[in-house]
């Protein structure tokens, strides 16, 4: 399994852990340079939102990938975590409605989460 891919997987078992709404992994890698996959998930609440971020990084942590850039925490309502390879958006409801980043990325390919858990 390539790199980011294993990335993503980790990522989505971490939202879905922490009861994260309609997540949706996005490979973008025929779109943009930007990085090979979005992660999209929305938490209920700013608690959860913070929740769903901080499980990612620490899961992403413990297997050796380095966060390049957070921003948003403080607000709780949009959370950007780059780790290069993905990108994890997690947001509140409202916001998540408002900026729809899976109509931007439409170009991209949505991915069905049980194939990220192929080929382990």
Request: proline share 1%.
């Amino acid at each position: 399994m390539d790199q980011a891919k294993k990335m993503a997987q980790l990522a989505y078992e971490a939202l879905d852990d922490k009861k994260g709404v309609d997540i949706k992994v996005i490979d973008i890698s025929s779109v943009s340079v930007l990085a090979d996959y979005f992660i999209i998930a929305n938490g209920n609440s700013e608690s959860q939102v913070r929740a769903l971020v901080d499980n990612v990084d620490e899961n992403l942590g413990k297997a050796g990938f380095e966060l390049k850039q957070r921003e948003g925490y403080n607000s709780g309502n949009w959370v950007l975590l780059d780790y290069g390879d993905i990108i994890v958006h997690v947001f509140d409801k409202e916001n998540r409605l408002f900026y729809d980043l899976e109509r931007i990325w439409r170009d991209g390919k949505t991915i069905e989460p049980e194939s990220l858990l192929e080929n382990n």
